[in-house]
T-cell receptor
Framework: DTAVSQTPKYLVTQMGNDKSIKCEQN?????MYWYKQDSKKFLKIMFSYNNKELIINETVPNRFSPKSPDKAHLNLHINSLELGDSAVYFCASSQDGGGSEQYFGPGTRLTVT | AQSVTQLDSHVSVSEGTPVLLRCNYS??????LFWYVQHPNKGLQLLLKYTSAATLVKGINGFEAEFKKSETSFHLTKPSAHMSDAAEYFCVSLITGFQKLVFGTGTRLLVSP
């Protein structure tokens, strides 16, 4: 069984479109995260949720809107996609947000043309 | 600000020789530190973590890291490299209180036969 899953794995779309990436974890964890990995492999946190409540919101454009319908799911919706949004987006989860191990999904490679 | 610096963007070794991936941290207090590995087109996997219990931390796949406060270092080592160790390695610091991970820029380990 996959612990943290993301769909889709690849996403190719045009500038200006709106797209969503879904994430689900079956580990029973309370905290979930979204990270962005750029073309130079640099990873940076975007958001984290604890029990459906937003905990971390880094300086991310408001075109990015996370949604957590329940603590097992954290989806990422992106409006008006731009070329600079092209990256690999990783979802992760942890038992709590206090330093416990984070389990990462396989990533979603987003390409904006 | 709390951060980690990975001193080498690429490290090349021959199979069977030792591996040393260097990481320095900056923090005004003892941080929680991690090493994650990312194989090509895969998500991230935790290798090991330091949380002030023991300065020498053993991880998976024969890797270990030593926390040296006097040098503010947390270098990752392995006595004998395998071809399967070829991957990107990230040194990571946890910003306690803010519940977020700060990633180093990564070191690509290349293993030749």
């Amino acid at each position: 069984d996959t612990a943290v899953s993301q769909t889709p794995k690849y996403l190719v779309t045009q500038m200006g479109n709106d797209k969503s990436i879904k994430c689900e974890q079956n580990l029973g964890h309370d905290t979930m995260y979204w990270y962005k990995q750029d073309s130079k492999k640099f990873l940076k946190i975007m958001f984290s949720y604890n029990n459906k409540e937003l905990i971390i919101n880094e300086t991310v454009p408001n075109r990015f809107s996370p949604k957590s319908p329940d603590k097992a799911h954290l989806n990422l919706h992106i409006n008006s996609l731009e070329l600079g949004d092209s990256a690999v987006y990783f979802c992760a989860s942890s038992q709590d947000g206090g330093g416990s191990e984070q389990y990462f999904g396989p990533g979603t490679r987003l390409t904006v043309t | 600000a709390q951060s980690v610096t990975q001193l080498d963007s690429h490290v090349s070794v021959s199979e069977g020789t030792p591996v040393l991936l260097r990481c320095n941290y900056s923090s005004s207090y003892s941080p929680s530190l991690f090493w994650y590995v990312q194989h090509p087109n895969k998500g991230l996997q935790l290798l090991l973590k330091y949380t002030s219990a023991a300065t020498l931390v053993k991880g998976i796949n024969g890797f270990e890291a030593e926390f040296k406060k006097s040098e503010t270092s947390f270098h990752l080592t392995k006595p004998s490299a395998h071809m399967s160790d070829a991957a990107e390695y990230f040194c990571v610091s946890l910003i306690t209180g803010f519940q977020k991970l700060v990633f180093g820029t990564g070191t690509r380990l290349l293993v030749s036969p």
